[in-house]
């Protein structure tokens, strides 16, 4: 299924995963972590930005789908890209999210080879005896940047997921990202600031949301309090200038940005 000249564009999915992490100066304090990844420089889309992991919906997720999305009381379509994100998280990350099942990082070593392999996550399941654990997984945003000029452009919904506290081994999968890394939402706002990361329009306002959080469970319940709708930013002259604009109540503290200040991906 070829989606790249859809008009609804092409269907995407991200997991924010959210770790607890010992503050340096007070190992005893706890702050709330997010994975972020470098995506390779040679990606057609944001190469060389700091994204949450994630990716396109592929359709073996929309035939998984189909087949589960029953069971998990949710439309085939939003099972899909639930099952898109716990299948690119773990073969961007290594890691098992949103799966059940006899699972520890050995045998999510072994499955996230044969997902390399098979591509597809469904075989994956059946292989390793696991299932499908979605309740883990909640909804946070659905950003679609819609512009008739530009011939590949992501709908992307992103979701929400915690690994509590503990040591956790994360790995890039040496095709698509170059970097792996945890950071407070804060703290990858700040070293885009300072020039060590750069990050596209939805990221940041994603990351400047998240830092309004001092914790998953508050991320959570802003997620679950506020309905997730689809975000598709505007140009707006404010004072003669150009600004890209969102919607001022899907729970962004942010809403704007100089145009001229978007970067681009």
């Not at 998990?72 to 990350?93: F, G, K």
């Not at 979605?134 to 950003?143: E, K, N, V, Y």
């Not at 040496?174 to 407070?184: G, V």
Request: glycine residues 8%; proline residues 6%; without cysteine.
């Amino acid at each position: 299924m070829n989606t790249d000249s859809s008009p609804q564009g092409i269907p995407a999915a991200t997991i924010i995963i959210f770790r607890n992490a010992p503050l340096g100066s007070a190992p005893e304090v706890l702050m709330p972590e997010v994975l972020m990844t470098v995506r390779s420089r040679n990606m057609t889309f944001a190469g060389g930005m700091a994204v949450f992991p994630g990716g396109r919906v592929d359709p073996a997720d929309f035939a998984l789908g189909e087949a589960v999305a029953a069971n998990a009381a949710m439309t085939p379509d939003e099972a899909a890209h639930q099952i898109a994100a716990v299948r690119e998280t773990l073969e961007e990350t290594g890691l098992a999210l949103g799966l059940a099942g006899n699972i520890n990082a050995e045998l999510a070593a072994q499955a996230r080879a044969m997902l390399a392999e098979v591509g597809a996550l469904a075989p994956v399941l059946e292989a390793f005896g696991w299932s499908l654990d979605l309740s883990q997984i909640t909804p946070f945003a659905r950003w679609f940047p819609k512009n008739e000029h530009i011939p590949r452009i992501y709908d992307t919904r992103f979701y929400l997921a915690n690994l509590g506290t503990g040591a956790v081994d994360v790995s890039i999968d040496h095709a698509e990202n170059t970097h792996l890394f945890w950071t407070s939402a804060q703290g990858a706002l700040d070293a885009a600031e300072r020039g060590e990361i750069k990050l596209i329009f939805p990221t940041r306002r994603n990351l400047e949301r998240l830092a309004l959080f001092a914790s998953f469970e508050e991320a959570k319940a802003q997620a679950e309090a506020i309905p997730v709708r689809t975000i598709m930013p505007q140009v707006v002259e404010h004072n003669g200038q150009p600004w890209l604009t969102i919607l001022s109540d899907a729970g962004y503290p942010v809403t704007a940005e100089l145009l001229e200040n978007v970067a681009r991906g």
